[in-house]
């Protein structure tokens, strides 16, 4: 058997997605609970949060626990060590670039530029989609993503509150040239929810990357995988003033599923049964 599709078999299970749940009651240990709330595409739904209940072009999104942190490096390490296949020097590079893990002391040693505490970067979707599976867990649908990243610190839909829309434009204006380690360890922005730093700090993958793409030519657009998709800073409103929802937009349609990036993270979801 030809050995890339030998490593196609081995890491098939990752995409056979079964999205974990939890009895309603329970709050897993650092997750947040999210309600049941509405979310509107900026384009449109996707084929995984497209539901029989959609109200007035928005997708009613069920209640859900979403990590109130980022996974960071010392989560991640210990993904590896526990998964020798995800580390730095074994993972194929059809489910990981040339840079995954790439500013990394080694395999099993983050080193100096990727502190415990700080949010694990040059993780390709395969590798967040394996590390939340690891845990039980799941990436967060551009759904679920985009419906906690509403929240600003006071109003569950912030999207109507001119401080949050300002704070929001001030992040996507800055350039990122103060380091993700000293970045990460003066940001503390908690949302209504108690989840942490959705905004500002690193994008963060959801396990539909790539919903909207789209080239115009049918015969190619048949045969895109529409389930996948990355999200991160969200106001959430299909709206043509809305400049960060584009700004989201055109860096999700930048990405393919083994593309690593130093500023793209993750979080892992499970939804309530």
Known sequence: M????????????IL??????????SLPPG?????DGLYRP??????????TNAVDAAVVVPSFFLDR????NADYLDFVQERPKWKRSLA????????????WSDDERPGELAPADVPVVNVSWFAAMAYCRANGKSLPTVAQWERAGAASDRLEYAIDDPEFSRRILQWYASPADRPLIERARQADYSN???VENMHGLIWEWTRDFNTALVTGESRGDSGLQRQLFCGSGSIGAADPRDYPSFMRYAFRSSLEGHYTVGSLGFRCALRVN
């Open 16 to 25: 056979c997605v079964v999205v974990p749940a939890v009895q309603a009651g």
């Open 31 to 35: 997750m947040a609970h999210i309600p």
């Open 92 to 103: 194929p590079e059809l489910f990981a670039d040339e840079n995954y893990l790439a500013h």
């Open 2 to 13: 030809d050995s890339k599709l030998k490593t196609c078999l081995r890491f098939a299970a």
């Open 192 to 194: 209504l929810f108690g």
């Open 69 to 72: 942190k980022a996974v960071t």
């Open 42 to 51: 900026l384009y449109q739904a996707s084929e995984a949060d497209r539901a």
